[in-house]
């Protein structure tokens, strides 16, 4: 978190855009904080639970744990959300690129549904006893 805090300042600081050759770590690390606040509830308890389990002590587990958490992030970020977020977007540009409804008369029988009879009221006497 203090690595995040001093990028944001270290950015704020800086006058004009940015550049080209600007390094992208303070954006990774803005993208890994979201994999974070979801994984950390879950993943988190469970890497200490392991670790203390395999005779690490509890401080050094949770150090050991933070810095598993954030490779686990840094790897949904860098890899797994760009292949997601290709194919979504190579799926969702088909949808541009359906044909046209077809007229009435020329769908399937089907598609016009089971032509059931609808129903028919009925008249019903109630005598009161």
């Known amino acids: 978190m203090l690595l995040i805090a001093f990028a944001a300042n270290r950015n704020r600081r800086s006058a004009g855009t940015a550049c080209a050759e600007a390094p992208a770590y303070p954006r990774t690390l803005g ?6 606040y979801l994984t950390h509830n879950v993943l988190g308890p469970a890497i200490i639970r392991a670790l203390v ?5 509890a401080t050094s587990a949770v150090w050991v744990a933070l810095g598993m958490l954030v490779l686990v992030c840094w790897f949904i970020c860098a890899k797994i ?5 290709s194919a979504l977007m190579q799926s969702l ?9 077809r007229p009435a008369t020329r769908r399937p029988a089907l598609a016009r549904g089971l ?7 009925a008249k019903v006497n109630v005598a009161a006893s």
């Not at 993208?31 to 974070?36: D, G, K, R």
């Not at 389990?53 to 002590?57: K, P, Q, S």
């Not at 959300?81 to 977020?85: D, T």
């Open 31 to 36: 993208l890994i904080t979201y994999p974070l």
């Open 53 to 57: 389990d395999a005779g690490l002590d």
């Open 81 to 85: 959300e760009p292949a997601v977020r």
């Open 93 to 101: 540009s088909y949808f541009g690129k359906l044909p046209q409804r």
């Open 115 to 121: 032509r059931l009879p609808l129903p028919v009221p």
